[in-house]
């Protein structure tokens, strides 16, 4: 409370000053030509003069040379007048001086009302709520009552661990009487750790669902304000409100934002951050004899966590939500497809094999524009060609079908794509070839896409040797056909890509035979320690810095041998594949294999 009138009277005092300089300001502006009535009286008496503005007190005076001033009489001068009148001066009355009417009431009153407004809100404020609930201070945590939550375990696909881990929360709500007479200790704190997107939020709020408690939402971001005090003032505030609708669950999201270890913030309004954190700890501590509360938090980087987040009592409880894999997306489709019109024949297991590092809110957001794409196009069920569709915008950008090509330019692209597609398809390791396309999407003029059968967890020598050979079938069909001075920069991602392969075998994998399976990486994974990035750790020798980059070299070297004479075996398909690119822009799987097996898809 005693902060708060503080606040109040510092708030006034600056309210104040700025009207005070405002005032003034104005108030100079309007009067820069200001003139002692001395001499005003000379100019008048040696005839200089041609009109006056009489305004009460004050005189607006324009000389006969046309310069302009102003003046004040300085006591009731009662032969002004007259002199005025013998010395011929046009004198005008007070009728015009609106202009000065209007800012003399903008001067003295506006500040005031302002003032009296802002007084009797502050005391309304207060009054309304009781000890210390003025509306800036309140928490901005949202409240869901048990019958407002529809969100069970069912709506939430996969991560069938984590379901588990949290079940116990559950099954305490629903009993706390079997709990509490054996003496089990229930978490009053579980933080999930995991990247964006994966179901924290979701999962949070299915477990109140399942426990039909009361649920409190809110962002770690809601609680730094720039004031310092205000966040806490927030924390408190929640809390109390949790024990009033208590048995509730409180959802913290972003905890990083206001747990960051104490002492790490770059940057000012560090005061502010830690008070709003010490009081987070407070309250949980505090939370001893209230069982019936129970905190969640979600975070992705759980490393820069106050480690007295952490400490038994608080967040104990740990839960990993990792982005789902094939199975676990496959369900996620399904759940987010439900409600959705579809053809019968879509498959989404083939758009979980595609979707790789999609998170569920990807996922979702990809049923989503899938939906909204069949609605544009006038159709009545979502079908796999909308699904494609949505899952390529996401990944690659949308297509860009206005960009104007050249004939030329659009052939050149063709090879380009049917390089990387025939490599990709003769050597027996590289995933399997899911499209070809000319049509430009994002940064790239064309796409080749390839499909794993199952997620990839790791790979392995002969396969990075094909993805190498394969990223530099675009260049090398450019090579032969238009020969080795005209070949295009559009292999700059391919490059790109390949000698990142290939260095990373080199360095991280230890496939060199000269230099055996040794890291060979100056990796600084502490986001934080820039300065030692630039000026890196010197642990390699020159001499191996060479012989590195020589067996980089070679790696590249074999395999873009390997695939261009590969390319120049099966010339034929080239030329049929860049035919049929040019026909349909787009080729499925169906049509590259027959074009692979000199097959005619013209039909
Ligand atoms: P986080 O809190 O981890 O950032 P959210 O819980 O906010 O993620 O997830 C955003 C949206 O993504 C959810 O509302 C839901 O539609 C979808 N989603 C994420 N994970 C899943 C999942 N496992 N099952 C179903 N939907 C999911
Ligand atoms: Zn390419």
Known sequence: MNKIIKKLILCLLIIFSFVFFFQNLIYKTYNNNYVEYSKF?????????????????????????????????????????????????????NKNNNNNFFLTIFISWVPMILLIGIWIFFIKQIQNGGKNVISFIKSKAKLFKPNQIKVTFKDVAGCEEVKEELREIIDFFKNPDDFIKIGVKIPKGVLMIGPPGTGKTLLAKAVAGESQVSFFSVSGSDFVEMFVGVGASRVRNMFIQAKKFSPCIIFIDELDAVGRQRGSWGGGNNDEREQTLNQILVEMD??????????????????????????????????????????????????????????????????????????????????????????????????????????????????????????????????????HAIIGCLLPEQDPIHKVSIIPRGNALGITFFLPKTDILSENFKKLESKISTLYGGRIAEEIIYGKHKISTGSYNDIKNATLIARNMITKWGFSKKLGPLLYDNENNNIFNVENDKGKLKFISDATLYIIDQEIKIIIENNYIKAKNLLIKNIDILYSMKEALLKYETLNYEQIKKIMNRKNIYF
């Open 286 to 419: 505090g939370f001893e004899e209230n069982p019936n509360v129970i905190i969640i938090a979600a975070t992705n980087r759980p490393d820069i966590l106050d480690k007295a987040l952490l400490r038994p009592g608080r967040f104990d409880r740990k839960v990993y939500i990792g982005l789902p894999d094939i199975k676990g997306r496959e369900k996620i489709l399904k759940v987010h497809i439900k409600n959705i019109i579809t053809s019968k024949n879509i498959n989404l297991s083939l758009i979980a094999r595609s979707t790789s590092g999609f998170s569920g809110a990807d996922l979702s957001n990809l049923i989503n524009e899938a939906a909204l794409l069949t609605v544009r196009e006038k159709k009545k069920k979502v079908t796999m060609l909308e699904l494609e569709k949505a899952r390529d915008k996401i990944i690659m950008g949308v297509e860009k079908k206005s960009l104007l090509i050249s004939i030329k330019q659009k052939e050149l692209i063709a090879f380009h794509e049917s390089g």
């Open 41 to 93: 009286i000379t100019d008048l008496t040696k005839n200089k003069i041609k009109e006056v503005k009489i305004i009460d007190k004050k005189i607006d005076v324009i000389k006969k040379n046309n310069d302009k001033y102003n003046t004040y009489i300085p006591i009731n001068d009662s032969k002004l007048l007259d002199t005025l009148l013998i010395k011929n001066v046009k004198i005008i009355g």
